[in-house]
């Protein structure tokens, strides 16, 4: 259970990304009002929340329909989320948790930004998605470890919504140099553990017999 619940909170912490969040939620908001923030930070947060959980729940369901096996998500899951964790390490953006020029300019030119870009693509992103439904698919058969997984989901998620609510305070607190680093050290464990996805993946998959 201990495991089940450290390895869930590792990669949503990692995919989901919630200081590179808050960083580009302070742009996006810097003239704003407070109490305009918070109404985003809320409604981007509860939209992703949704967004997240049907893929949690419901996401394995739709890969099965399409006749993709629960080893190949293994091995793609992974190798998404290795590229999200070489992006976190090296801080280069792959697209993975993060928005394009095009879509940055739309968001700054839209006074509703909590469903684009909060919601979706910033927190409800591939990685974050990918990772809901692989997580959920290992502890498939096993309810309590189902569940650890959702209330990881949920507990990265409140504390995405605390950061956005409290921006400027962690800036002020941490630095730049100190989000760095600690987007640095999640790279380093996301990596590790997307290198076992692939692993388990390929191990299932029999390409290479029993």
Do not use: C
């Not at 629960?70 to 998404?80: E, H, N, S």
């Amino acid at each position: 259970m201990i495991e089940t619940a450290g390895l869930a909170l590792t990669t949503f912490f990692a995919t989901i990304a919630p200081l590179d969040v808050a960083a580009i939620f302070a742009g996006l908001t810097a003239t704003g009002t407070l109490q305009y923030r918070r109404l985003m930070a809320v409604r981007g947060t509860l939209i992703a929340t949704v967004i997240l959980l049907i893929f949690a729940l419901a996401g394995e369901g739709l890969l099965a329909s399409l006749g993709i096996s629960l080893a190949a998500l293994r091995t793609a899951g992974g190798i998404l989320l290795l590229l999200i964790g070489i992006e976190m390490v090296f801080a280069r953006s792959s697209g993975g948790t993060s928005t394009t020029v095009e879509e940055e300019r739309e968001a700054v030119s839209k006074q509703d930004i909590s469903v684009f870009p909060i919601a979706t693509p910033l927190i409800a992103g591939p990685g974050s998605m990918g990772a809901a439904i692989l997580l959920m698919a290992n502890a498939e058969g096993d309810l309590t470890q189902q569940v650890i997984v959702l209330v990881s989901l949920l507990t990265i998620l409140l504390l995405t919504a605390i950061a956005l609510l409290l921006t400027s305070t962690i800036q002020q607190l941490l630095g730049i140099t100190g989000m760095q680093v600690i987007n640095r050290i999640m790279g380093v464990l996301l990596s590790a553990l997307a290198v076992q996805f692939i692993f388990d993946g390929i191990k299932h998959s029999r390409l290479f017999g029993n």
